[in-house]
Each structure stands twice: as structure tokens, then as C-alpha cells.
């Protein structure tokens, strides 16, 4: 079974730094998808970013990057210029066409930004 | 991005009721989900339907059913609530129909409380 690990339970970061999520993933697949979600607090989960493992570039979204390393089965955030906002939960998230793209998340990490 | 809906985003019962949480998308989309957060934010697939008159138990057991009738609406029910429901309820949906990407979007949540 797949599985999903972000090591990091709690993050801290100053307003304006740049601070970086890990995840790592086990699978036997060649073709998958990567996900980043961010849960604020009481609040909706919303879609930070998606990789397809098939692609080598890795993908950005405004202040949000990624470092997809395939061969090493590493996945991770990079949030540039943190915002106040951004304080929240984060998971990491796996599926695959062999699980019916099911979400295989992590226990996430909690992401505080100091101002 | 979908649009996709919960109610009630609250809920307060005693032992024993009826409930059912409502979850409908607008957009389309052939697959939903639905998950059980617990106290420690861990998410767990509880249930889960490709499309109409499609649905499956997910990974972790629950006492709840479902019912998929209509593409948009999905709702979930406990016959007889108990204080070990109280909980966090997030629907999800996907379209995955026609080769989109696997990305699932998340309603508000329902929080259960079971007294």
C-alpha cells in the first residue's frame, strides 16, 4: 500500500521568509499524481498545488513551489515571501489510477507564521 | 475550481437520532468522497462512488451509509448516532470522466458533535 510521510508535525516561519514542507512517499508506480493541500484553521481544504509524476518540471503557483524528486520519492513545498494567510495545516497527498485515485494523505504539518 | 457543498457545517445530537449530513457539487463531477478528519487532523476515506448508483466502503470502517442518486448529491447517514461519531466530515469530488486530472476539491466540512 501506498503510503505518505511528512516528518515534520509543526513549522514555524517569520512574515516574509521562505520556508519549505517535507513529504516523502513510497510507491511501485511509475505514473501518479502529487498534491499539496492547505487546511486553515475551522476552515475549508483548499488545492495548493499539483504535480504529475510524469512531468519533470516541477510546478509553481505564485509563492508556491515544489522540489518533485522522483527517483528519491520526495515531494516538497517551498512557500516564498510567507504571508499571515498561509498559516495552516498542510497535507501531502498520493493517488494513482491502481487505488481508483483514491488520496493517500499524510498526518499533515501545521505551518505558524510569525509576524 | 468545483463548487461543492455541506450542510449542516454544524451539528449538535443526542445519542441515538437519525442524522444525515448533505454533500452536492455543481459541477459535474462523476466521483465524491467522503472522509472523517479525527482530533489529530489524520484524514480517513470512509466512503467513496465513481457515479450514479456506485458506491464503496472506503479504508476506514464506519457505521454511516451512503446513497448516490444523483451525480451532484451524496449524502451520508447514521442511522443511530453515537458519541464515538463525533467528528469532522469533509465531501470531496472529482471528475475524472473524459482523462481530466484526478484533483479532488473539498466542501466546508461538517462538525459533528455527538452528545
Known amino acids: 500500500a501506498q503510503t505518505v510521510t511528512q516528518s515534520q508535525p509543526e513549522m514555524s516561519v517569520q512574515e516574509a521568509e521562505t520556508v519549505t514542507l517535507s513529504c516523502t512517499y513510497d510507491?511501485?508506480?511509475?505514473?501518479?499524481?502529487l498534491f499539496w493541500y492547505k487546511q486553515p484553521p475551522s476552515r475549508q481544504m483548499i488545492l495548493v498545488i499539483r504535480q504529475e509524476a510524469y512531468k519533470q518540471q516541477n510546478a509553481t503557483e505564485n509563492r508556491f513551489s515544489v522540489n518533485f524528486q522522483k527517483a528519491a520519492k520526495s515531494f516538497s513545498l517551498k512557500i516564498s515571501d510567507s504571508q499571515l494567510g498561509d498559516a495552516a495545516m498542510y497535507f501531502c497527498a498520493y493517488t494513482e489510477e491502481g487505488s481508483n485515485y483514491k488520496l493517500t494523505f499524510g498526518k499533515g504539518t501545521l505551518l505558524t507564521v510569525n509576524p | 475550481e468545483a463548487d461543492i457543498y455541506q450542510t449542516p457545517r454544524y451539528l449538535v445530537i443526542g445519542t441515538g437520532k437519525k442524522i444525515t449530513l448533505e454533500c452536492s457539487q455543481t459541477?459535474?463531477?462523476?466521483?465524491m468522497y467522503w472522509y472523517q478528519q479525527d482530533p489529530g487532523m489524520e484524514l480517513h476515506l470512509i466512503h467513496y462512488s465513481y457515479g450514479v448508483n456506485s458506491t464503496e466502503k472506503g479504508d476506514l470502517s464506519s457505521e454511516s451509509t451512503v446513497s448516490r442518486i444523483r451525480t451532484e448529491h451524496f449524502p451520508l447517514t447514521l442511522e443511530s448516532a453515537r458519541p464515538s461519531h463525533t467528528s469532522q466530515y469533509l465531501c470531496a469530488s472529482a471528475r475524472l470522466a473524459g482523462g481530466h486530472s484526478p484533483t479532488q476539491y473539498f466542501g466546508p466540512g461538517t462538525r459533528l458533535t455527538v452528545l
Open positions: 459541477m459535474g463531477h462523476d466521483k
Open positions: 510507491t511501485s508506480e511509475s505514473d501518479y499524481y
